[in-house]
């Protein structure tokens, strides 16, 4: 009993968790497309950092251009993975940093997810003109940032046997 509580509360927290990070991202996408959807770009570090509305129907780097449903079926199997991984999980403190990736990445998951349902693309308005770097969003920004810290989590923070749960 105490486990199947233990795993509904994580599912709970998920919940809540994804809801905040996903307004957030919703709401910056809304101010993109009312302030810089058909106007100039807005810079805020000449040569450095600008707002610039994009519609992006791929992926990051102009991969995949049109690949709706395609893109749309890997996410869905990305957030499976995550409602997975959350349900294998030891529920210790020290689990706790690949616990917040997890909530990270699948937030960020459903934020795009929702424009690819409602619009076929996804709006992106960050972009360093400095690095020429693809333009992104609030989205991004969590399953990016996520992915970097569950890299190093993997290779510096875990011993292996500590991730036999994903096996």
Avoid at 85 to 96: F, G, N, Q, S, V
């Amino acid at each position: 009993m105490k486990e199947e509580t233990s795993r509904f509360t994580t599912y709970l927290q998920l919940g809540m968790f994804t809801l905040m990070a996903v307004a957030l991202d919703q709401w910056t996408k809304h101010l993109a497309c009312v302030h810089l959807k058909g106007s100039d770009d807005i810079i805020l570090i000449p040569g450095v950092f600008q707002l610039q509305y994009l519609e992006n129907r791929g992926m990051a780097f102009g991969m995949m251009q049109g690949g709706y449903w395609i893109l749309s079926a890997i996410t869905i199997v990305i957030m499976a993975a995550i409602l997975y991984i959350l349900a294998k999980m030891p529920r210790t403190p020290r689990y706790l940093p690949l616990k917040a990736c997890a909530f990270l990445i699948f937030a960020g998951s459903v934020g795009n997810l929702i424009d690819r349902v409602t619009n076929q693309f996804v709006v992106d308005f960050f972009y360093f003109s400095l690095i020429n770097f693809p333009v992104f969003n609030v989205a991004d920004i969590y399953v990016t940032c996520a992915a970097f810290v569950f890299l190093f989590l993997m290779f510096f923070y875990y011993r292996e046997e500590e991730l036999n749960f994903l096996k």
